[in-house]
């Protein structure tokens, strides 16, 4: 199957990281490899790029597709958590700029098998990274109901999260819940038919799949300390598409452009924080619509961007 993914944001990345030769870059979501070619071309002919991906199709295609850089491409099949460890291996250090770009690619929801759409029917997967053992499955079918309650409502900001959970459960005592098209259905019956354009499943569907994939520990744990991988003046840009993952980078972001982190009304600063970035998106970037366009995907893209003092 071919590897089909737009890159969101293409020419707004490309402004924020400005490419130059000589540069090092971090694209710690290399997906189909989109934005790392243009970082390639931009920055030609001698800057790099250390591409990360947890999913060997998004690896083995960005590699075909990116054949042409040679050596100027350096791909890992990590999680973008290990980043520092990576960087640190290659001698790299600190780079010049760092991108990631959130979420699934088009390939993951077109790719019927992985399991991600509810639209054609497969085994309940969802794992980006397939060497992982916790699959969507495993959550349906063996995580209490508080538990699923829990993932429905914050992962999926799923009003009858309870209901929902309820159902499942009253299902899988008859017999294990074995499909994507048998879930959407369940839900289906509990939360109503579609809402509008929205089918009553997405918002479970969601939610499952950030659990299984544990996507905002993920970004929670990289954006502890990632303004470290910069160099001064290097840049990090990142592209969310859900509210819960915008709040962990805008909060991020904050953090480390503050110079103080005490408790507010503290009388003396005692927190040894110091700035450690400058905002260069004070609300976050959307997509325009000439590429909402020819690319609805991108419609809930938000972009944020820092750069390291
Ligand atoms: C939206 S796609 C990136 C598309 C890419 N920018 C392009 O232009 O083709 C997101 C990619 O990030 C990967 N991904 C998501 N979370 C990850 C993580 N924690 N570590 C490594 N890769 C991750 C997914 O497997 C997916 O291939």
Not at 16 to 28: C, I, M, S, T, V
Not at 99 to 112: K, M, P, R, T
Not at 124 to 145: C, G, H, I, K, Y
Not at 209 to 238: P, Q
Request: charged share 30%.
């Amino acid at each position: 199957m071919v590897y089909a993914h737009a890159p969101v944001m293409a020419q707004e990345v490309m402004e924020l990281l400005r490419p130059e030769a000589q540069r090092k870059y971090l694209d710690g979501t290399l997906g189909g490899g989109g934005h790392s070619e243009k970082i390639l071309e931009l920055s030609s002919p001698d800057g790099m790029v250390l591409g990360l991906d947890w999913d060997e199709e998004a690896v083995a295609a960005a590699r075909q597709r990116l054949e042409r850089f040679g050596d100027r491409l350096v791909v890992r099949r990590a999680n973008f958590r290990e980043a520092r460890g990576i960087l640190q291996q290659l001698g790299w250090g600190r780079v010049d700029g760092v991108l990631l770009d959130l979420g699934l690619s088009s390939h993951h929801v077109e790719s019927a098998e992985r399991g991600f759409s509810f639209h054609a029917q497969a085994r309940l997967d969802m794992r980006m990274d397939r060497r992982r053992t916790l699959d969507a499955s495993e959550v349906v079918n063996s995580f209490s109901v508080s538990e699923l309650a829990r993932i429905l409502r914050e992962y999926g900001e799923e009003p009858r999260a309870r209901q929902i959970a309820l159902a499942i459960d009253a299902q899988r005592k008859r017999g294990r819940i074995a499909n994507t098209k048998e879930l959407a259905q369940l839900v289906a019956r509990v939360a109503g038919r579609k809402r509008g354009r929205i089918h009553p499943a997405t918002k479970t569907f969601q939610a499952l799949r950030i659990a299984v994939n544990r996507e905002l520990e993920n970004l929670e744990g990289f954006l502890e300390d990632a303004y470290e991988l910069l160099r001064s003046n290097g840049r990090m840009v990142v592209i969310s598409f859900h509210s819960l993952e915008d709040r962990l980078v805008k909060q991020a972001f904050r953090k480390w452009s503050r110079s103080c982190i005490c408790p507010p009304k503290t009388p003396i600063c005692r927190c040894g924080w110091s700035q450690q970035v400058k905002l260069l998106t004070s609300r976050p970037r959307l997509p325009s619509h000439a590429e909402l366009e020819h690319n609805p995907r991108a419609r809930s893209a938000k972009l944020r961007a820092v750069e390291r003092l």
